[in-house]
Every structure is written in C-alpha cells, then in structure tokens.
C-alpha cells in the first residue's frame, strides 16, 4: 500500500494568515493526488483533485501543487471557515490511502 | 444536484454482518461513475473500503476484501454495503460517495454519514 505522510499533524494559525500543508508519498504517484476538508461532524469535502484543480465552488485562495512523492495545499488568506481538517488522498492506485490528516485550529 | 444518503442499524452486534444502503439522488447510477464507500473511526482518519460501478464490476481494499462485499441496484437507484464478522475496530462513521474510478479517482460527492456501533 502506498502510505501517505502529511505535516504538520495539527498547526495553529490567524485570521489572514499564508497556510502550508504537506503531504509524502510513500512512492511516486504522479498527479493523482487529492485533497479534502472535512469540518466537525461533517463528511469531507473534495477541494483540489489531480494535485492542483480546484473544484468548482472553491475559493481561489485554496492551490495545490507537486508531482511524484511531495505535494502541497496552500491556503493564501486564512478565513473563518476555513479552521478545519484537511487530508490528502492518493488515488495512483488501489488501495487508495488517505493522509492522517492536518487540523487546522484558530490561534 | 446530487444527493447521497447512507441508511441501516446504527448497532451491530460482534460476529454479525454490517448492512448499509446508500440513496442515490439526481443522478442516475446507470449514466455512469463509481460508487463507493470509505469509513472513518471515532476520532481518526479516513479509510476506503471499496467501490462499485454501475455495471457491477467491484474492487475492494484488501485488508477487508474478505469481509465485503458492495452491490448495485440501479433499479431502485442504490448501491449498498455487507461487512461480515465484524469487531468494535468496524466501529465507524460510514460514508457513501460517487467515485470517479481509476487512476486519479477522487470523491465528489458524499453522503452526510450514518455512524455504525459494533457491539453487543
């Protein structure tokens, strides 16, 4: 199975505030990586596909980027709903596997 | 706009068999994509279980494909879920969800979650 790695696993930030999320790779899985937000009691929600194509309906200050083993998901201006957990997920081949996760808390 | 909602049991006793139907809204599962579900334990991440496609054609995670199997009726618009001898570890919130299957598959629409409680 390929093991996917994120850092950091929770991370306290502000308002406004430039936010980077890592996510490794076991192995190389090309593009075919993905990433979810998921709120308190909710089911997550697909943010970013194939590494960096945002998802119709998302905010632009949401961006992925990376190929191979390391990726990122950036969030430019940290907003209010935006204070979540967010995972990454492989999709190069079966089992697909998720990250642990990354909370995001407010500071 | 597409629709998912998960139902069964909200209790499972150990040993006996999990049973999950997921409804399909606003999209016909005939016209295409996969269809799947992932599982998420009290206070930890997420886990894919296995997807099905309209066709029938399945394919599981191998740490449980000995205990699952995923079905499709198109008829009725569902597609459902079987865990067999299950544990307090199949203690989860269970997520249905349509699969854009294959490589650089990726979920996109999900059911809100039913939680499912195994024991006796």
Redesign the interface.
């Known amino acids: 199975?390929i093991q996917m790695t994120q850092s950091p696993s929770s991370l306290s930030a502000s308002v406004g505030d430039r936010v980077t999320i890592t996510c490794r790779a076991s192995q190389s899985i090309s593009n075919?990586l993905?990433w979810?937000q998921q709120k308190t009691g909710?089911?997550?929600?697909?943010l970013i596909?194939?590494a960096s194509s945002l998802?119709n309906g998302v905010p632009s200050r949401f961006s992925g980027s990376g190929s191979g083993t390391d990726f990122t998901l950036t969030i430019s201006s940290l907003q209010p709903e935006d204070f979540a957990t967010y995972?990454c997920?492989q999709?190069?081949?079966?089992?697909?596997?998720?990250?642990?996760?990354t909370k995001l808390e407010i500071k | 706009q597409v629709q998912l909602q998960e139902s069964g049991p909200g209790l499972v006793k150990p040993s006996e068999t999990l049973s999950l139907t997921c409804t399909v809204s606003g999209y016909s599962i005939s016209s295409g994509y996969y269809w799947g579900w992932i599982r998420q334990p009290p206070g930890k991440g997420l886990e894919w279980i296995g997807s099905i496609y309209h066709s029938g054609t399945t394919y599981y995670n191998p740490s449980l494909k000995s205990r699952v199997t995923i079905s499709v009726d198109t008829s009725k618009n569902q597609f459902s879920l079987n865990l067999s001898s299950v544990t307090a570890a199949d203690t989860a919130v269970y997520y249905c969800a349509r699969d854009r299957g294959g490589s650089g598959s990726y979920w996109d629409e999900w059911g809100k979650g039913t939680t499912v409680t195994v024991s006796s």
Do not use: V
């Open positions: 199975d075919y993905n979810y909710k089911a997550p929600k697909l596909c194939a998802q995972y997920q999709s190069s081949s079966t089992p697909y596997t998720f990250g642990q996760g």
